[in-house]
T-cell receptor, first 113, second 114 residues
Framework: NAGVTQTPKFQVLKTGQSMTLQCAQD?????MYWYRQDPGMGLRLIYY???????DKGEVPNGYNVSRLNKREFSLRLESAAPSQTSVYFC????????????FGQGTRLTVV | AQSVTQPDIHITVSEGASLELRCNYS??????LFWYVQSPGQGLQLLLK??????LVQGIKGFEAEFKRSQSSFNLRKPSVHWSDAAEYFC????????????FGRGTSLIVHP
């Protein structure tokens, strides 16, 4: 029962470096999401994928790209990391109906120096 | 556009005392409402949800919440808090049309004194 798996758990980047955060779910969910969590800001949606083959911008998409590789996997890419992207990143998935809850990964703590 | 407001950033209670965490929402139709809990260093876990029917819903760990349409509120309650309840609590809304994307409040940090 893995649920939602995110890798890596921790990462330190230098300004300008790139990296991809990986996310996979084994619950056959249609919808997947990437959020960032900052102190006092709650969870803010970066990108989401309502179904395989589709992706859409959320509230804070600048500086990020995503790929819905297949139904299981949804990756988040930082092309040129900036200190403002220091945050905790959460991947989540859901069946997609309004009454269905989101299931979250353990998070990736990213520091950009 | 929908929004969720959690007015209290921090709440401090003594162990054994009752608890109420506030959540207000803004949405033009009936929303789907959720409460999640986040323990330190962990992802979010569902406590309870409301989408229709009885406006008082029961969740895990002895929590309950009441949906009040007239007040646009969905407050979380627990009659007796345990030290292990110390965590961050998030109220969330799924719009009842469109992509059902979860919108979260900013969270309330619960501190429990022995």
């Amino acid at each position: 029962n893995a649920g939602v798996t995110q890798t890596p758990k921790f990462q330190v980047l230098k300004t300008g470096q790139s990296m991809t955060l990986q996310c996979a779910q084994d619950m056959n969910h249609n919808s997947m999401y990437w959020y960032r969590q900052d102190p006092g800001m709650g969870l803010r949606l970066i990108y989401y994928s309502a179904s395989e083959g589709t992706t859409d911008k959320g509230e804070v998409p600048n500086g990020y790209n995503v790929s819905r590789l297949n139904k299981r996997e949804f990756s988040l890419r930082l092309e040129s990391a900036a200190p403002s992207q220091t945050s905790v990143y959460f991947c989540a998935s859901s069946e997609g109906g309004g009454y269905t809850e989101a299931f979250f990964g353990q998070g990736t703590r990213l520091t950009v120096v | 556009a929908q929004s969720v407001t959690q007015p209290d950033i921090h709440i401090t209670v003594s162990e054994g005392a009752s608890l109420e965490l506030r959540c207000n929402y803004s949405y033009g139709a009936t929303p789907y409402l959720f409460w999640y809990v986040q323990s330190p260093g962990q992802g979010l876990q569902l406590l309870l949800k409301y989408f229709s029917g009885d406006t008082l819903v029961q969740g895990i760990k002895g929590f309950e919440a009441e949906f009040k349409r007239s007040q646009s509120s969905f407050n979380l309650r627990k009659p007796s808090v345990h030290w292990s309840d110390a965590a961050e609590y998030f109220c969330a809304l799924h719009a009842s049309g469109g992509s059902y994307i979860p919108t979260f409040g900013r969270g309330t940090s619960l501190i429990v004194h022995p």
